[in-house]
């Protein structure tokens, strides 16, 4: 059975910083993707920064260019989403996503790709 689970999500202020964190169970990196996804209050849902686990090739959407930083530890089978100078557009709740299966490094900003999800962290940037 997999599980994912966050953790990290709080209270910032703008310009602030957190952490994410995203414990995976039941899980194998083997040449999957694992992201962060966000949805914000009335807005859709989408994928801020992913990581192909197998050579650690890393993808942001724009808006979070230069600001966020998306990383795994294979041996804590764990991804991690370094928040920094955040705004207050960054206000969502903050889904670890994973496929179940192999995929390709292009796919990686591609909601479709993922299929096991996190329940969720709540970011507030007030």
């Known amino acids: 059975h997999v599980q994912l689970v966050e953790s990290g999500g709080g209270l910032v202020q703008p310009g602030g910083s957190l952490v994410l964190s995203c414990a995976a169970s039941?899980?194998?990196?083997?040449?999957?993707?694992m992201g962060w996804v966000r949805q914000g209050p009335g807005k859709q849902r989408e994928v801020v920064a992913s990581?192909?686990?197998?050579?650690?090739?890393?993808m942001y959407t724009d808006s979070v260019k230069g600001r966020f930083t998306i990383s795994r530890d294979n041996a804590k089978n764990s991804v991690y989403l370094q928040m920094d100078n955040l705004k207050t557009e960054d206000d969502a709740m903050y889904y670890c996503?994973?496929?179940?299966?192999?995929?390709?490094?292009?796919?990686?900003?591609?909601?479709?790709?993922?299929?096991?999800w996190g329940r969720g962290t709540q970011v507030t940037v007030s």
């Open positions: 990581i192909y686990t197998g050579d650690g090739e890393r």
């Open positions: 996503a994973a496929s179940s299966t192999r995929c390709w490094p292009s796919a990686l900003l591609d909601g479709t790709t993922y299929n096991i």
């Open positions: 039941g899980y194998t990196f083997n040449g999957n993707c």
